[in-house]
């Protein structure tokens, strides 16, 4: 299985930014698909989740209000729109597949991983 995040970049604070996740080599719509990020110095942390059909949708408090997630099982993607961008926003984005039967934010729950793309948010 493969999975190739695309669409990061530079964007000032109050901008917005949309990340695609493109799927390869699984059933795509058989695995919730997750967003985390990473910054600096800190551990991975929880960003989104979708649910295998748009069934349902989760949110970190800190994105909640700012960032859609969402997929599109005809073309094996998910997306992540980025609005309202803060410069704590700033890390690798990461894509990641969950084919277990619970709702998780742990990313140790989650079975495959893409190399991630960098979003910068200058102030």
């Known amino acids: 299985a493969h999975l190739t995040e695309s669409g990061g970049g530079l964007v000032q604070a109050g901008g917005s930014l949309r990340l695609s996740c493109a799927a390869s080599?699984?059933?795509?719509?058989?695995?919730?698909m997750g967003w985390f990020r990473q910054a600096p110095g800190k551990e991975r942390e929880f960003v989104a989740r979708?649910?295998?059909?748009?069934?349902?949708?989760t949110y970190a408090d800190s994105v909640k209000g700012r960032f859609t997630i969402s997929r599109d099982n005809a073309k094996n993607t998910a997306f992540l729109l980025m609005n309202i961008l803060k410069p704590e926003d700033t890390a690798v984005y990461y894509c990641?597949?969950?084919?277990?039967?619970?709702?998780?934010?742990?990313?140790?729950?989650?079975?495959?991983w893409g190399q991630g793309t960098q979003v910068t948010v200058s102030s």
């Open positions: 990641a597949a969950d084919g277990g039967p619970l709702r998780t934010t742990d990313p140790d729950e989650y079975e495959y």
């Open positions: 979708v649910g295998r059909r748009n069934e349902y949708t």
């Open positions: 080599g699984l059933t795509f719509s058989v695995y919730a």
